[in-house]
């Protein structure tokens, strides 16, 4: 198993440990300022940069991560993080988040002593072989338990975007925010748009994505979108596109039909390889 832990030396309280499910998968126990829950990501890039306005100031954080492999340490390497919301800057790698779950306590405790026991110990691991089997078979069962909802999608629904809103019980919402119009909005009709990050079965995704699309505003242009991480749904009025994640061309799709409709080119930003809108 490899397994990276962030420095998290007794009495720190917080702490990170991200397992590798291959090159580009990850599933990580995140318990720190930005949140307190088991996250999947996924490498969206690996040439990744600071953009202009980050360069501007400094990190949102840096510290060291221990990386270990099959109960041994190999390494530490310092980390530079930018915070993008659901995407990560760390040093050149570009990680989106796409399931998130709250952590409960009891197994919080459970990895604060692990972090803290390798943080502490990471040179002399081989003292504790008991500890990190435990650690690592802690960690298999979180991701075994968790595996079905892994495949779940997560999106964001524009409640404004709507003409029947009816669809928004058919979904999980996980948080809402609401944001004030501003002109790049590019929608003076309303005062807001209230945002609600959803999570739908991977069982019920198309009938929900065929749902949205008869929903969305008649009007006016919108679009609304959720995704894992092998597929991703964009959906607007009466059209459905469903992307392999790995496919840039269809990407390109969906962004061109997107601006057809006059929706502006910085709001068509749900391909992995365009910048996100800066709100």
């Known amino acids: 198993m490899n397994i990276e832990v962030d420095y998290n030396p007794t009495p720190r309280s917080r702490f990170f440990i991200s397992v590798s499910l291959n090159d580009k998968e990850a599933i990580s126990f995140d318990y720190t300022t930005k949140g307190h829950r088991i996250i999947k990501q996924v490498l969206v890039r690996q040439d990744a940069s600071p953009t202009e306005s980050e360069k501007k100031s400094k990190p949102?954080?840096?510290?060291?991560?221990?990386?270990?492999?099959?109960?041994?340490?190999?390494?530490?390497?310092?980390?530079?993080?930018?915070?993008?919301?659901?995407?990560?800057?760390?040093?050149?790698?570009?990680?989106?988040?796409?399931?998130?779950?709250?952590?409960?306590?009891?197994?919080?405790?459970?990895?604060?002593?692990?972090?803290?026991?390798?943080?502490?110990?990471?040179?002399?691991?081989?003292?504790?072989?008991?500890?990190?089997?435990?650690?690592?078979?802690?960690?298999?069962?979180?991701?075994?338990?968790?595996?079905?909802?892994?495949?779940?999608?997560?999106?964001?629904?524009?409640?404004?975007?709507?003409?029947?809103?009816?669809?928004?019980k058919k979904v999980k919402i996980l948080k809402t925010k609401v944001e004030q119009v501003t002109e790049k909005h590019n929608t003076p009709w309303i005062k807001q748009w209230t945002l609600h990050d959803v999570e739908i079965k991977e069982t019920e995704a198309d009938d929900i994505a065929k749902d949205l699309s008869e929903a969305l505003d008649s009007e006016h242009s919108w679009y609304a979108d959720f995704k894992n991480d092998k597929v991703h749904y964009i959906i607007f009025k009466n059209k459905i596109f469903k992307i392999d994640r790995a496919d840039w061309e269809e990407y390109g799709k969906a962004t061109k039909y997107g601006i057809s409709l006059g929706i502006p080119k910085h709001q068509v930003d749900f391909s992995p390889h365009t910048k996100r809108w800066e709100r």
């Open 60 to 168: 949102d954080a840096e510290w060291d991560s221990i990386v270990l492999e099959d109960k041994k340490f190999i390494k530490k390497y310092h980390v530079v993080w930018y915070d993008r919301d659901e995407e990560d800057l760390v040093n050149d790698e570009l990680w989106e988040t796409v399931w998130a779950k709250s952590i409960d306590e009891g197994l919080k405790d459970k990895l604060l002593h692990y972090s803290q026991l390798i943080s502490d110990h990471y040179e002399e691991l081989d003292k504790c072989s008991k500890e990190m089997k435990e650690f690592e078979e802690l960690l298999s069962e979180e991701i075994k338990k968790h595996k079905k909802m892994i495949d779940d999608f997560v999106g964001v629904i524009i409640e404004e975007s709507l003409e029947k809103k009816d669809v928004l």
